[in-house]
T-cell receptor, first 109, second 115 residues
Framework: GQNIDQPTEMTATEGAIVQINCTYQ??????LFWYQQHAGEAPTFLSY??LDGLEEKGRFSSFLSRSKGYSYLLLKELQMKDSASYLC??????????WGAGTKLIIKP | ETGVTQTPRHLVMGMTNKKSLKCEQH?????MYWYKQSAKKPLELMFV???????ENNSVPSRFSPECPNSSHLFLHLHTLQPEDSALYLC??????????????FGEGSRLTVL
């Protein structure tokens, strides 16, 4: 079966750096997405990786290793507003999106 | 504001009621989706429409009935629901049907409670 694993919850301190990991086992691979979802709000797109390596976008970066079935989302200079759930999703060989259950990130002052 | 609007935001219904969820996208996208989001579970894809044609039905019970009258509007008709159907129902749209790199744009969801 297809599976996406990410930690259920993480806690970090304001101003620090946090890395949220995502591992996947899917039937083929056509890209990996990260979304952010604040409580009671719509998920919003953060990043898309289809080739190995690091994609940087401001304070957020996303890394992909296709051979290891692994990605991470790196958040730098954490702010209180970064408290949210972070969803990892992989598009398989049929272009179906397979979703992880999300990682709830709690930022403490 | 994501360009995808869902109404109502909250809905409480009995098991014998009939209600509908509405989604409208103002982005000119060609594909629309219904997802179910339950606490601590992955998003579950329910239905996909491409250019108003249903291209995906992920073994969803018949008590959920989608309708897509045009590429900007999507409905989810609900009848004879069960308490386990209580969840957040998210509508999303994308430029294409998933074959490109285009991301999904989500609405804020309709929180459904079935008593």
């Amino acid at each position: 079966g297809q599976n996406i694993d990410q930690p259920t919850e993480m806690t970090a301190t304001e101003g620090a750096i946090v890395q949220i990991n995502c591992t996947y086992q899917t039937s083929g691979f056509n890209g990996l997405f990260w979304y952010q979802q604040h409580a009671g709000e719509a998920p919003t797109f953060l990043s898309y990786n289809v080739l190995d390596g690091l994609e940087e976008k401001g304070r957020f970066s996303s890394f992909l290793s296709r051979s290891k079935g692994y990605s991470y989302l790196l958040l730098k200079e954490l702010q209180m507003k970064d408290s949210a759930s972070y969803l990892c999703a992989v598009r398989d060989s049929n272009y179906q999106l397979i979703w992880g259950a999300g990682t709830k990130l709690i930022i403490k002052p | 504001e994501t360009g995808v609007t869902q109404t109502p935001r909250h809905l409480v219904m009995g098991m014998t009621n009939k209600k509908s969820l509405k989604c409208e996208q103002h982005l000119g996208h060609n594909a629309m989706y219904w997802y179910k989001q339950s606490a601590k579970k992955p998003l579950e894809l329910m239905f996909v429409y491409n250019f108003k044609e249903q291209t995906e039905n992920n073994s969803v019970p018949s008590r959920f009935s989608p309708e897509c009258p045009n590429s900007s509007h999507l409905f989810l008709h609900l009848h004879t629901l069960q308490p386990e159907d209580s969840a957040l129902y998210l509508c999303a749209s994308s430029q294409d049907g998933g074959s490109g790199s285009g991301e999904l744009f989500f609405g804020e969801g309709s929180r459904l409670t079935v008593l």
